[in-house]
């Protein structure tokens, strides 16, 4: 049973466990030290480049102008409508961890207000540290503190990775079935 809603403050944790097998950290030390503690706040128009950066590594595109454009949107539209926040090192502020992207929609496809999980990284170097899970507690704590009931997301069904990684935060399949056609 996942533990009650977090209201976001800038919020400094420990690191839970290694991230890494000790060979791999030997190998690496900068890695393990890197998210040894960390911090949750939200984001700065300033984090957007770092977050381009972390995207881009693990996707493979880089997406500069979306990442932009969407820090922006939010902006505009405010809290909590939308919400990007970011964990960073306790120590080394300017080191970008993982961040999380989310929105409260309301009445889409007849839905009441819920909130959307849209983007979740974790840089590959500082995973299975508890940051992801820290981010999607945040994100669920602002979006509770909004009024909102239900938080949802959509993972590739044959992405192993996300799947587990909800499942193990509790959230489960869902009312709706995405439907879609090529226009091609
Ligand atoms: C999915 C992702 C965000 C997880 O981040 P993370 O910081 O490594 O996750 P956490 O350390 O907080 O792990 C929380 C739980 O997720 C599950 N989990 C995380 N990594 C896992 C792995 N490699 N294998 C199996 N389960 C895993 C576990 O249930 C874990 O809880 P536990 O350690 O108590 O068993 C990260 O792997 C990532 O950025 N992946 C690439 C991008 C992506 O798939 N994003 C999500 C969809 S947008």
Redesign the pocket.
């Known amino acids: 049973m996942k533990r009650s809603s977090t209201r976001l403050r800038t919020q400094s944790r420990t690191a839970r ?1 290694p991230s890494q097998p000790a060979e791999a950290r030997a190998a690496n030390p900068h890695a393990a030290a890197q998210a040894s503690a960390f911090i949750v706040r939200k984001a700065k128009r300033g984090d957007v480049a770092a977050v381009t950066a972390l995207d881009e590594r ?1 996707t493979g595109l880089a997406k500069s102008e979306h990442w932009l454009e969407l820090y922006d949107r939010q902006k505009k539209a405010g809290q909590p409508a939308g919400i990007f926040l970011v964990a960073i090192g306790a120590e080394a502020p300017d080191q970008l961890l ?1 961040f999380i992207v989310g929105e409260i929609r309301a009445w889409e496809f007849g839905s009441a207000p819920c909130g959307w ?1 849209y ?4 840089d ?1 170097q ?11 507690e945040a994100m669920a704590g602002e979006f509770r503190d909004a009024g909102v009931a239900k938080m949802r ?1 959509m ?1 590739t069904r044959d ?1 192993l ?2 799947m ?6 509790g959230m489960m399949a869902g009312p709706y079935v995405q439907l879609e056609k090529d226009l091609h």
């Open positions: 466990r693990i993982g999980v983007a979740l990284s974790v590959p500082s995973r299975q540290l508890g940051v992801g899970e820290a981010l999607l997301t993972v992405n990775l996300p587990l990684f909800f499942r193990g935060e």
